[in-house]
């Protein structure tokens, strides 16, 4: 139990941190466009402004900053919109669905529950369950019944606390920033804006997974204990897929 509350102690931490650089890059880019508005009001205010003046291309705008002939590399701009979600667009509420539609009965899914089923059956765990054909039916439907429980569970809040759990490649190509992107995204979801916020959603699915199985129809030597650290093995798992998707997969 204390290993469990110290992981979900550091993973809300590591959130901390990345709501913090959103507030730093939003506040940067917001100093940045006053500065602008100041700069094209000024010299359209001035007698004569247009004459003689060379206009210098905004270097919010990538194509425009590579366009001008100003050498050297257009300051900390495009690293700001590069980090920020400008162009974050919530998925329609068909795509939402189907994704969840896919999540807990697509092909991958499918596939997914009959070998992690068929990896436990190997280690006999539960014990208890043996390792008959009646044992790996049992923990089929065990993992299945877990994943639609999660599943569930993180589409439902979603949609009630207008967020998206949805997993997105970082934009910026770095290693580290891809590294944080990997592990934030698993305790985070993003606003109707594209900012993170805690992933309520995506942490109350992964402990409701493993805390109910735990308590419910697990052998008598599981309780809720069990389920928690599961949760938190399972968040562990959902930053090391992404780290996967990130680095391997690409998607």
Avoid at 79 to 85: A, G, Q
Avoid at 243 to 251: A, D
Wanted: hydrophobic share 40%; net charge positive.
């Amino acid at each position: 139990m204390r290993n469990t509350l110290v992981l979900a102690a550091v993973l809300f931490a590591g959130a901390n941190v990345a709501f913090g650089q959103e507030a730093k890059e939003d506040i940067a880019a917001a100093e940045l466009k006053a500065g602008e508005t100041r700069f094209v009001t000024r010299n359209s205010a001035a007698p004569g402004a247009d004459i003689g003046v060379k206009h210098q291309p905004s270097v919010a705008d990538p194509k425009l900053a590579s366009a001008s002939d100003e050498s050297g590399p257009p300051a900390p701009v495009s690293k700001v919109r590069n980090l920020r979600p400008v162009d974050y667009v919530r998925p329609a509420a068909e795509r939402r669905f189907n994704n969840y539609l896919r999540e807990v009965a697509g092909p991958f899914a499918l596939m997914r529950y009959a070998a992690t089923a068929g990896l436990l059956n190997l280690r006999n765990t539960p014990k208890e369950w043996g390792t008959k054909p009646d044992g790996y039916a049992r923990r089929l439907g065990n993992v299945a019944a877990k994943n639609v429980m999660r599943a569930t569970t993180t589409y439902a809040l979603d949609e009630a606390l207008k967020v998206d759990s949805t997993f997105y490649l970082s934009r910026d190509r770095s290693v580290a920033a891809r590294l944080r992107n990997s592990i934030f995204s698993a305790v985070t979801a993003r606003n109707r804006r594209g900012h993170r916020v805690i992933g309520i959603p995506r942490l109350a699915g992964s402990f409701v997974s493993e805390v109910v199985p735990s308590v419910a129809w697990y052998p008598g030597r599981y309780d809720q204990d069990h389920g928690l650290k599961g949760g938190a093995i399972s968040i562990g798992i959902s930053a090391g897929v992404n780290l996967l998707r990130e680095f391997v997969l690409k998607r």
